[in-house]
């Protein structure tokens, strides 16, 4: 998705995301109400309302990546500030704001989800594909650890490649401990990343094709 506007130094300003629940709400359609109860019973229950239909406004998300200001952490609008906190994540998708560090970065994982798909770089289209196959095969268990990753890897933690982190994986592993980790934090930290360097890349650089990774629906 993007949005276009002329900009004043002759070129075309393109801001794009890459936050787009399409395969999701594809499955949310399907659910059992035996997996939707097994979801639900996770800290990403709510990823089960979202639908394929979810848009943000292309105008609204340009206008957002021009008027951030790093250094108070929020955004500018004539004389008004408006703040963009950590407590907003809290409010807008229920994630705790306390708990275990998520290290998105981490490479090295030893993971049973991992194992389903081979070797190589997973894309979240993969993903997906594997949802489908195992669609009211086995426990509602193991599929609930796929919904998640999709869920993380399409909608949280969307990225230009569509690739899926790896230490996703090793996470959604063990479904009773994704209660315990500080998602609020990761969530937050890594839009507020991306902002600065869509903002950079538009004020200093004079770039005419800005990206924002990660969940620009919080915004």
Known sequence: MSSVESSSQGHELCVRHFC????????NKL?????????????????????????ISRILL?????????????????CVFVSFTLLDVCVALGLRVYG???????????????????GGIVKVSMVYDQLVRCEGDGRPEDFCKLYILLGLSEFLFPNRMGNVYPCLFQL???????????WGAVVYTYLVKSLCKAFWSIQ????????????VFML
């Open 62 to 78: 340009r206008e957002l990546c021009r008027r951030w200001v790093e250094k108070r952490g929020g955004f500018v609008f004539g």
């Open 172 to 182: 959604v592993d063990n479904l009773v401990e994704l209660s315990s980790f500080n």
């Open 20 to 27: 787009y629940p399409k395969y999701l709400g594809t499955v």
């Open 31 to 55: 659910l059992t109400l035996e997996q939707r109860h097994c979801i639900e019973g996770t800290p990403f229950g709510w990823f089960t309302v979202l639908s394929n239909e979810v848009r």
């Open 100 to 118: 275990l560090d998520v290290d998105i970065e981490c490479e090295n994982v030893d993971s049973e989800c991992r194992s389903l798909f081979g």
């Open 204 to 215: 200093i650089e004079q770039s005419s094709i800005v990206c924002v990774a990660r969940c």
